[in-house]
């Protein structure tokens, strides 16, 4: 199909004949304002796929790092260093403080983990790492790549997040672990009841940084860097890297080595953005089910403004014939564990998701992101963006507007 007919003339015949659409109006559900008044910003041509693409000239065996980590990263298919990976790796194995400015896709969980790893097979002592992350998924990927990075190395790792169980958080906090991955509530929490004291970690990664200040985390990021008196060393990632974040980062990073693997204000190159414009009168349900119906359109992500428009966009979907499931804050973790797998599994062909759910999103295949709503933010339609194009691939996103 071609999506562009839609946004000039909504009256293309759908090529999949569709259960009749007898859906009640969305129109109940509350809505906020965006602050993205400037549609241009939206609209973007990906790169040619023949465009440069970084190539490290060396590859991880040539790299100062241990033979068992080596023979992890290529059992996990790691040849060459990403470009974030290779320009970060000797400063972070010096010890210093890093800024990185990289997007998701760029390869930045592995840029943190590996220097951790090599300094825990070097000493591997317990509570030496804390990773703090805005998102429950997001501190599971982490969990599972470091599960990858360091297998039978007899590190221990636990990710502690919201949503879930404190009780088995307080017993797991208590134990050895060397490296702790965690959401800036739950690790308040535990540190609160004394699960969990911060003075012995030496490393500090704050990843997604941007993110957590979205999120309203600062208050939590502040009194975490506080109570971590034996902090030497700490690599601080963010997607951008705007003027209002500049005051918190200075108190948190002495001397950064900053290395920019983006300009920190805009999407990836190897994703198309366009906007599809909702005519006055017509039925967006329609015009998206329209779109999804086209066999390109394999492994979307398409996120909504709030929870219930979620749940609404999802439900009319599966009316529609389109498999689909949501994701959001209202869902139990190990429902949106079972989401997240079906849509990587090919399951369903659609996931629905709120912003929240949307960081921790790893999927390679990504074919389509689509903002059924405007993003609140230019900085939240960038992170939501980033979900496709990544690792290399190319990717394409839709905004509806009206
Ligand atoms: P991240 O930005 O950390 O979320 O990584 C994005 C994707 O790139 C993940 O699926 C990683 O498994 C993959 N990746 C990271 N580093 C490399 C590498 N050096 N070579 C190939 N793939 C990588």
């Known amino acids: 199909m071609n999506y562009k007919k839609l946004r000039a003339d909504n009256t293309s015949p759908s090529r999949r004949s569709h259960a009749p659409l007898s859906r009640k109006p969305l129109s109940n559900v509350k809505k906020r304002q965006s602050s993205i008044s400037d549609f241009s910003k939206l609209v973007k041509t990906a790169s040619e796929v023949s465009a440069p693409t970084y190539e490290a000239d060396r590859c991880f065996n040539n790299m100062p790092l241990s033979n068992s980590l080596k023979r992890n990263l290529a059992a996990k298919g790691y040849v060459k260093p990403s470009q974030i990976q290779d320009e970060t790796l000797e400063s972070l194995l010096a010890g ?18 590996i220097p951790v790893i090599e300094r825990l097979i070097k000493s591997p002592k317990a509570n030496t790492a804390l990773v703090v992350v805005p998102t ?14 360091a297998n039978q190395m007899s590190l221990q790792c636990a990710s502690f997040i919201g949503g879930t169980n404190i009780n088995r958080d307080l017993r797991q906090a208590r134990q050895n672990n060397h490296v702790i ?7 308040r929490d535990l540190v609160n009841q004394r699960a969990l ?13 941007d993110r957590m200040l979205d999120m309203g985390f600062v208050k939590e990021i502040r009194s975490i860097v506080k109570d971590m008196t034996g902090r030497v060393q700490t690599m601080l990632f963010s997607a951008t890297l705007e003027p209002s974040q500049k005051g918190i980062i200075q108190e948190i990073v002495v001397n950064p080595e900053v290395v920019k693997v983006n300009d920190g204000e805009s999407t990836n190159s190897q994703i198309d953005e366009d906007i599809i414009h909702v005519p ?30 979620a749940d609404k966009v999802c439900k009319q979907l599966n009316q529609s014939g389109v498999k689909a499931d949501a994701i959001h804050g209202n869902k139990s973790q190990n429902y949106r564990n079972a989401a997240l797998l079906k849509f990587k599994n090919g399951g369903i062909q659609v996931l629905v998701a709120t912003d929240v759910a949307s960081r921790g999103i790893d999927v390679n295949d990504v074919t389509h992101v689509i903002n059924y709503q405007l993003p609140l933010t230019y900085q939240s339609y960038i992170h939501r963006v980033g979900r496709t194009g ?11 507007v009206n």
Do not use: C, H
Not at 136 to 149: M, N, P, T, V, Y
Not at 181 to 187: D, K, N
Not at 390 to 400: D, E, N
């Open 96 to 113: 210093k403080d890093l800024i990185g400015i990289a997007n998701t896709g760029s390869g930045k969980t592995a840029a943190f983990l």
């Open 136 to 149: 429950r998924e997001l501190a599971l990927q982490i969990e599972e790549e470091f599960k990858f990075l």
């Open 181 to 187: 991955i965690a959401t800036p509530g739950r690790l």
């Open 197 to 209: 004291s911060l003075k012995a970690f030496e490393l500090l990664i704050l990843d997604e940084f």
């Open 280 to 309: 006055e009168g017509a039925d967006k349900m329609d015009m998206l089910i329209e779109m999804v119906s086209d066999s390109g359109f394999s492994k979307v992500l398409l996120f909504t403004e709030t929870k219930r428009w």
């Open 390 to 400: 990544r690792a290399g691939r190319s990717g394409k996103a839709y905004t509806f």
